[in-house]
């Protein structure tokens, strides 16, 4: 986003406009997180603004400020597309490419609205007419605050702009311990505790909200944790079965995969979590260094990322998948074990 993108960019908001802001489909903390910190943001500025999910999200974020006004698609499917509809502005957060919204997908297609991409994920499609696209930033939170602060309004940022923003960073840095994790990432987070952001209670709110079953799950995972020494990798399964016997919800396995990776030893990690209903299984990988899971995702699961962390999916059975992924290993042999 260069200097003259900027300055269409200001004099398109100078005037009240009607906004959609739009994450991908399976929220996490970065996608809400910055979709709520833009929305505090341009509701200051005294625009319509409407925040729109694909779907629903786990629990411990459903208390960050603005959650609320958060419409979901696939519980109201033609309430959301009358404001896709009519929208004047749409900014898509956290993704860089229709399909990662689900069955928003068309709409979102379809619409004559600008749209304005904020992302940090890499190879983004051409949909965007503004584009911020930076593969080297810890999340998408931090992207916006950069943008807030690229057009000058840094001083516009609140207690509740600064808390949302807070939540994508911290998670999506995995409390500040991934590389991707810069001093300037640390400036900015000092900034928002600054204005506001209270970062023990954020921190309690994300990560200290555990329930009976979730820690069951956790058990449960950590029983099927498997290694492969030759190849410095752990993997985790979890059945549908194992799932149901501990009252699963949304958000449970959020973090599961990092237990394989914390093995003294172990470069790739991965989890394989069976989705009945969908038809798939759901992966998760996780790497240290410069072993690039986006790249092995993108060859084998359908899915992508970055460099140390990224998602996929199988429509092959639970022990096929773990099969394919097994069978692969020898092939990245060399790269993991120079790591």
Same mark, same amino acid.
């Given at each position: 986003m260069?200097?003259?993108d900027?300055?269409?960019?200001?004099?398109?908001?100078?005037?009240?406009?009607?906004?959609?802001i739009v994450?991908?489909?399976?929220?996490?903390?970065?996608?809400i997180?910055?979709?709520?910190?833009?929305f505090h943001?341009f509701?200051?500025?005294?625009?319509?603004v409407?925040v729109?999910?694909p779907?629903?999200?786990?629990?411990?974020?459903?208390?960050?400020?603005?959650?609320?006004?958060?419409?979901?698609?696939?519980?109201?499917p033609?309430?959301?597309?009358?404001?896709?509809? @009519?929208?004047?502005?749409?900014?898509? !957060?956290?993704?860089? /490419?229709?399909?990662?919204?689900g069955?928003?997908?068309? =709409?979102? *297609?379809?619409?004559?609205?600008?749209?304005i991409?904020?992302?940090?994920?890499q190879?983004?499609?051409?949909y965007?007419?503004?584009?911020y696209?930076?593969?080297?930033?810890?999340?998408?939170?931090?992207?916006?605050?950069?943008?807030?602060?690229?057009?000058g309004?840094?001083n516009?940022?609140?207690a509740?702009?600064?808390?949302?923003?807070?939540?994508?960073?911290?998670?999506?840095?995995?409390?500040?311990r991934?590389?991707s994790?810069?001093?300037?990432?640390h400036q900015i987070?000092?900034?928002?505790i600054?204005?506001?952001?209270?970062?023990?209670?954020?921190?309690?709110n994300?990560?200290?909200? @555990?329930s009976?079953?979730r820690?069951? !799950?956790?058990?449960? /995972?950590?029983n099927?944790?498997?290694?492969?020494?030759? =190849?410095r *990798?752990?993997?985790?399964?979890?059945?549908?079965d194992?799932?149901?016997r501990?009252?699963?919800?949304?958000?449970?396995?959020?973090?599961?995969v990092?237990?394989g990776?914390?093995?003294?030893?172990i470069?790739?990690?991965?989890?394989?979590i069976?989705?009945?209903?969908?038809?798939?299984?759901?992966?998760?990988l996780?790497?240290?260094?410069?072993?690039?899971?986006n790249?092995?995702?993108?060859?084998?699961?359908?899915?992508?990322g970055?460099?140390?962390?990224?998602?996929?999916?199988s429509?092959l059975?639970?022990?096929?998948?773990?099969?394919k992924?097994i069978?692969i290993?020898?092939?990245?042999? @060399?790269?993991l074990n120079n790591?």
């Amino acid at each position: 986003m260069n200097n003259a993108d900027l300055t269409h960019i200001k004099h398109l908001f100078s005037t009240r406009k009607r906004i959609v802001i739009v994450a991908h489909k399976n929220p996490d903390g970065d996608a809400i997180g910055s979709s709520l910190g833009l929305f505090h943001y341009f509701k200051k500025g005294n625009h319509e603004v409407q925040v729109i999910m694909p779907n629903d999200y786990p629990e411990f974020l459903k208390w960050i400020p603005g959650n609320e006004t958060i419409l979901k698609y696939e519980e109201s499917p033609v309430n959301c597309d009358t404001f896709i509809n @009519n929208a004047d502005v749409i900014f898509t !957060l956290d993704f860089n /490419a229709f399909h990662r919204t689900g069955t928003m997908e068309e =709409s979102l *297609t379809k619409s004559s609205a600008l749209k304005i991409m904020i992302d940090h994920h890499q190879s983004p499609d051409a949909y965007a007419t503004y584009t911020y696209s930076d593969v080297t930033m810890s999340s998408t939170c931090e992207m916006v605050y950069n943008y807030i602060n690229m057009l000058g309004d840094e001083n516009s940022i609140d207690a509740d702009t600064a808390t949302c923003l807070y939540v994508g960073i911290m998670t999506d840095t995995g409390s500040f311990r991934f590389p991707s994790t810069t001093s300037k990432t640390h400036q900015i987070i000092a900034n928002l505790i600054e204005k506001g952001a209270n970062n023990s209670q954020i921190h309690n709110n994300i990560y200290d909200t @555990n329930s009976y079953e979730r820690l069951q !799950l956790l058990g449960c /995972a950590l029983n099927n944790l498997k290694v492969i020494p030759q =190849s410095r *990798t752990a993997y985790i399964t979890l059945s549908q079965d194992e799932l149901n016997r501990y009252n699963f919800k949304k958000g449970f396995t959020e973090g599961f995969v990092n237990y394989g990776l914390s093995l003294q030893g172990i470069v790739l990690a991965a989890i394989f979590i069976e989705d009945k209903q969908e038809g798939i299984i759901k992966i998760s990988l996780r790497s240290k260094g410069d072993f690039s899971v986006n790249l092995m995702s993108r060859e084998h699961f359908n899915g992508g990322g970055h460099t140390n962390a990224a998602g996929g999916r199988s429509t092959l059975n639970l022990t096929e998948t773990v099969e394919k992924f097994i069978s692969i290993l020898p092939n990245y042999n @060399n790269a993991l074990n120079n790591e």
